[in-house]
């Protein structure tokens, strides 16, 4: 089985940065990609950006270009999410989650997610 688990979260001041960590474990040859998700009070939950796991090719969405990296250390099973230039619209819990698919969006096309930790951005 796959146990994901997201630490890194808190609270920051707008214009400041965080870094989220995902550490997996029970990988298995399965696993193409790793994504991240957001999902704000009272919002559904929605893709950030995925990183194939072998190759490392990243894949975001519009709204955090240029400002989120997603990264991960292979040895280490861990995934990575550095944010900078946070702004309140970007509150929300943070997940991270295994695809067996090499460019996966949609959050159907995930297989296991962690618990999620709070990132909340102040003004």
């Known amino acids: 089985q796959v146990q994901l688990v997201e630490s890194g979260g808190g609270l920051v001041q707008a214009g400041g940065s965080l870094r989220l960590s995902c550490a997996a474990s029970?990988?298995?040859?399965?696993?193409?990609?790793m994504g991240w998700f957001r999902q704000a009070p009272g919002k559904e939950r929605e893709f950030v950006g995925s990183?194939?796991?072998?190759?490392?090719?990243?894949y975001y969405e519009d709204s955090v270009k240029g400002r989120f990296t997603i990264s991960r250390d292979y040895a280490k099973k861990t995934l990575y999410l550095q944010m900078s230039s946070l702004q309140p619209e970007d509150t929300a819990v943070y997940y991270c989650?295994?695809?067996?698919?090499?460019?996966?969006?949609?959050?159907?096309?995930?297989?296991?997610w962690g618990q999620g930790t709070q990132v909340t951005v102040s003004s």
């Open positions: 989650a295994t695809s067996p698919y090499g460019t996966p969006s949609a959050l159907s096309s995930y297989d296991s």
């Open positions: 029970g990988l298995t040859w399965r696993t193409l990609a």
């Open positions: 990183i194939t796991w072998v190759g490392g090719t990243t």
